[in-house]
C-alpha cells in the first residue's frame, strides 16, 4: 500500500523524525500541530482563541496537500495548557469543523514544547478514493 507523506518545514520534523501528515488509502493522519507563525515563532502567544485557530490553518493546508478537507475530518485531539480557556479554543474548532462535526477530545496537559504555546491538536480524516 502506497504511504504519503508531507512536511511542513518545521525544524523539529528533521529533528525528531516526523511529517505533518501522512495518507494511507482513505485514511489521513495530520500530527500534533503547534500555533507557529511564518518565521517559526509561537503564534499570538496568551491567545487561546488566536493560537486555536492558526493550528486549524495549518491542519487545512496539510488536509489539502493530501487531497482533502476539513469536511473529511472524523476525529481531533486538543491537548491544551490551560483547560479554563476551552470556550476560546471550543470556538475555533466550531468555526472550522461545526459544518461537519467530527469525534473530539481536550485534554489539559502539563506543558507542550515551547511554554506560550496554549494548544496542539492532532486530526484523523477519512476520505472516499472513489473521489481522490
Known sequence: MQIQRIFSGA?????????????????????????????????????????AKRCFEIIQQALQELNADLSNVVRTRMFVTDISQWAEFGKAHQEFLGENPPVATMVEV?????????????????VNTEDN
Open 11 to 51: 525544524a523539529w520534523e528533521s529533528k525528531v523524525g516526523y511529517c505533518r501528515g501522512l495518507r494511507v488509502g482513505n485514511q489521513i493522519y495530520i500530527s500534533g500541530t503547534a500555533p507557529i507563525d511564518a518565521t517559526g515563532g509561537v503564534f499570538a502567544p496568551g491567545d487561546a482563541y488566536a493560537q
Open 110 to 126: 502539563k506543558s507542550l514544547i515551547d511554554p506560550a504555546m496554549l494548544i496542539e491538536i492532532e486530526v484523523d480524516a477519512l
